[in-house]
């Protein structure tokens, strides 16, 4: 599929060549990509956003972003799972981090609203790194400002649709219910996939359910398989404007330790990176990977899966920026 595809008008600037500059030297951008100063012009911008006041137990999770960039400086430029050089085919870029106030939330939630909302307007989409899940609201506030209500397909243990912690109505459990009443999100197509573990009552799934989300628990893809489930969000998302959250807790603490919330029983680090790539030709616009926290983390095991993950996401979004260019 590649040798159809139109290469943009200026050559993006890629990664720093590994096989001439080690690639443990120098600063850690995303996949040693420039930053976005560097570059005429931003298509997919990789911001972090050091944030994790909206944690329920374990914090760490503001120290996510740069775990992910030192683990990613091993990523190489081909993708052949997708037969594709993501940074050939659209300007990818790091934008630093959105410098958020950790002692008021409603303040930070506003801040990253209004910075991802800049990045938006420069004609990026965006690859953000967590952070806790709570940014994943402001996130689709900017996100729906600009494209409408959008599909959400959430990789995660948890629903993240409860009410309020102690009072807190934006905290990392609940970013989609707030999102749903907000109205940004497209009930039609709402998926939580890779969901296991206790719940507060029945009637966590019963309200989860009435917001209009889908759920694909972490046993559904061990029995149905990767290529069935794909298969079945496809056909739910179609092609709507998709937003993509990855919580890495989604998967098992074996393959992510690193991280707050953790639950037994996720899915492989090869389940998760198998069903974003059957996501190619989706409309994505954005996503977010969340949830990093490398105090908990060893030999970088939950940040090397993050990094491929933004891999994939990041692949995912340039091969359908090509494609808007060559459909003109
Ligand atoms: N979003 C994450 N990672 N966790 C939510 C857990 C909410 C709870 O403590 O019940
Ligand atoms: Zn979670
Ligand atoms: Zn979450």
């Known amino acids: 599929m590649n040798d159809r595809i139109t290469p943009p008008a200026e050559a993006p600037r890629g990664p720093v060549d590994s096989s001439r500059v080690p690639r ?5 951008t995303f996949a040693r990509l420039p930053r976005v100063d560097e570059v005429a012009r931003t298509e997919v ?7 994790d006041t909206g944690v329920s137990y374990r914090p760490g999770a503001r120290f996510g972003g740069n775990a992910i960039r030192e683990a990613s400086r091993l990523l190489r430029p081909y993708n052949p799972a997708q037969d594709a050089s993501p940074f050939a085919l659209a300007q990818v870029a790091d934008a630093g981090d959105i410098a958020v106030n950790p002692f008021d939330i409603d303040e930070a939630v506003e801040t990253v609203q209004h910075e991802a909302g800049r990045l938006l307007d ?15 609201l402001p996130l ?15 990789f995660d243990a948890h629903l993240d649709t409860w009410d309020t912690y102690f009072g807190a109505a934006y905290t990392h459990g609940t970013p989609f219910r707030r ?17 296991r573990g206790p719940l507060y009552g029945k009637q966590d799934l019963t309200d989860d359910a009435k917001m209009g989300f889908g759920i694909v628990t972490a046993a559904d893809v061990m029995r149905r398989g990767t290529d069935e489930i794909t298969d079945q969000l496809r056909q739910r998302i179609g092609d709507r404007p998709l937003y993509v959250s990855v919580d890495i807790d989604v998967l098992d603490p074996a393959h992510a330790p690193g991280t707050g919330t953790p639950e037994a029983g996720g899915l492989t680090s090869r389940e998760l990176l198998e069903i974003l790539r059957g996501l190619a030709d989706c409309h994505l616009v954005s996503a977010d990977l969340v949830e ?7 030999a970088e095991i939950t940040a090397v899966a993050a990094s491929h993950t933004a891999y994939e996401l990041t692949t995912l979004m340039t091969r359908r920026i090509a494609a808007e260019r060559d459909a003109g």
């Open 179 to 195: 999102a749903v009443e907000e109205g940004i999100l497209d009930t039609s197509a709402l998926s939580h996939v890779g969901t």
């Open 24 to 28: 443990y030297a120098g600063p850690a």
């Open 45 to 51: 911008a990789v911001v972090g956003v050091p944030f």
């Open 140 to 154: 689709l506030r900017a996100v729906a400002e600009r494209h409408g209500p959008v599909a959400l397909l959430h």
């Open 122 to 136: 420069s004609g990026a989409r965006l690859m953000t790194l967590g952070g806790d899940h709570t940014i994943a």
């Open 292 to 298: 990093v926290a490398p105090a908990y983390d060893h």
